[in-house]
């Protein structure tokens, strides 16, 4: 087995959205960066998660040269629904805020971006092997991997640890130097992807008797459905059928007598989390995206605050290369953790109003009263508006508390 050693000035590891826009952004201001990525490409694209983008999102990927596809065929929504005990309420996101949401799949933006990377000649590594950590806290770390059977090492400025909840980034700093926030909830979502026209206009929650739903959709032809299901039950316990039974049910009369039950071409259980570390700055390190946070999908807020923390990533290592100095890079980790707390509460609050928990009479007596008074005051309609579209992302150089 050889060795081979190259320098540059950025090693992404992780070829999610987050590591591919960090990629996409850098490679804008003429920064250098390798992206190192454990699995295929095309199992990367194969992974069916987000699909609901804030403003701010939109922005940023214009920003990174790669909307195009997204405006073309990505679906603006001005409003959500929520539904509850037979009663309907339509949050208008537009009318509230002045903003929307759009729907384009976390796919379509991957592939986006995995194009735009390859017509750069930006050098992307798939089935890298064995990506480990070296000297991230001194002033000269690096990065090695195998393929091929070849060891290869990266000498750089930087990591940027965009590899998700289970990566390699994140579990090389010592648990002395992390602190860690988590909530596991006591249930999953069952998705179904499925090739039908989306029977309902915007997206659609629901909290009924039997558990939560959600009718969403990824295109104007293929529909993203989701069910509360227990932690234990496994994807083989739920034919087509009793997945579209159930989604009906919990819909209620007027959606389910629109659906018809297409084949699932994907299904699978997530379990939901909210998870935080602090900081997200280890030395010479840096964690983006899922590598540092996990939220349950019911804000849909993963994804985008993928591409805020990215976003600011690459904002202050522009700086650095552009001589600005340090200030920025110290700032990037209360500058993101500042939003990402805040997109933790939301969607903790969702969770926590949509779903069935097993618990005690107050507490459901809580769940309903919050979906009454959302449902009579503007206020509390305005508020999660606000949120939903996401809020806004924070100048460069502004100063926060510590
Ligand atoms: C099943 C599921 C459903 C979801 N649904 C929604 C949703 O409906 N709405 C929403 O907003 N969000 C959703 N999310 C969250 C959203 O998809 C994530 O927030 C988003 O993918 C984060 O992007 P990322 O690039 O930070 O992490 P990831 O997408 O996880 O990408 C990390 C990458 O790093 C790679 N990697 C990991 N370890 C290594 C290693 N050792 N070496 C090299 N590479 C490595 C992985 O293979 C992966 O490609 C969902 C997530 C999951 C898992």
Redesign the pocket.
């Known amino acids: 087995m050889t060795s081979r050693e190259t320098r540059t000035q950025v090693v992404i590891?992780?070829?999610?959205?987050?590591?591919l826009l960090l990629g996409q952004l850098l490679q804008r201001q003429g920064i250098d960066a390798v992206i190192?990525?454990?699995?295929s490409a095309d199992y990367?694209l194969g992974?069916?998660?987000?699909?609901?983008l804030e403003q701010g999102s939109v922005d940023v990927l214009e920003h990174a040269g790669v909307a195009a596809r997204l405006h073309a065929e990505g679906m603006r929504h001005d409003g959500v629904e929520i539904r509850f005990r037979g009663r309907r309420h339509r949050i208008e996101l537009k009318a509230l805020t002045g903003r929307n949401v759009t729907i384009y799949g976390?796919t379509e933006i991957t592939r986006d971006l995995m194009d735009a990377r390859v017509a750069s000649g930006a050098p992307s590594v798939y089935e890298?092997e064995d990506?480990t950590l070296h000297d991230w806290d001194a002033t000269s770390p690096r990065v090695s991997y195998r393929e091929h059977g070849v060891v290869h090492e990266i000498a750089c400025d930087f990591i940027a640890g965009?590899?998700?909840?289970?990566?390699?980034c994140r579990a090389s700093i010592p648990l002395e130097r992390q602190r860690t926030f988590e909530r596991v909830y006591p249930f999953g979502w069952l998705?179904v992807l499925a090739d039908m026209s989306p029977p309902w206009a915007e997206l659609v929650y629901a909290n009924s008797e039997c558990g939560f739903a959600l009718a969403s959709m990824r295109s104007r032809t293929r529909v993203r459905c989701y069910v509360q299901c227990p932690l234990e039950d496994r994807v083989e316990q739920w034919s087509d059928q009793r997945f579209w039974d159930e989604f009906r049910r919990r819909m209620g009369e007027e959606i389910a007598d629109r659906v018809i039950g297409a084949p699932s071409i994907e299904k699978?259980i997530?379990p939901l989390r909210s998870f935080v570390v602090e900081p997200l700055r280890f030395g010479r390190m840096f964690l983006?995206?899922?590598?540092a946070h996990?939220v349950p999908?019911t804000g849909?807020?993963?994804?985008?605050?993928?591409i805020s923390d990215v976003f600011y990533l690459h904002e202050a290592l522009r700086d650095f290369y552009c001589a600005r100095g340090d200030r920025a890079l110290d700032e990037y980790s209360i500058r993101c953790l500042r939003r990402i707390w805040r997109a933790e509460r939301f969607s903790w609050w969702m969770t926590r109003q949509l779903h069935q928990f097993p618990g005690d009479a107050f507490s459901r007596r809580m769940q309903e009263t919050e979906l009454e008074y959302l449902f009579d005051s503007p206020a509390a309609q305005e508020s999660m508006a606000e949120n939903y579209v996401g809020l806004p992302l924070e100048q460069a150089g502004v100063s926060m508390p510590v």
């Open positions: 590891v992780g070829a999610g959205p987050s590591g190192l990525e454990r699995r990367v992974r069916i998660r987000a699909g609901v976390q890298a990506v965009c590899d998700g909840y289970h990566g390699v998705g699978s997530a983006a995206g899922d590598a996990i999908p849909a807020k993963g994804l985008n605050l993928a």
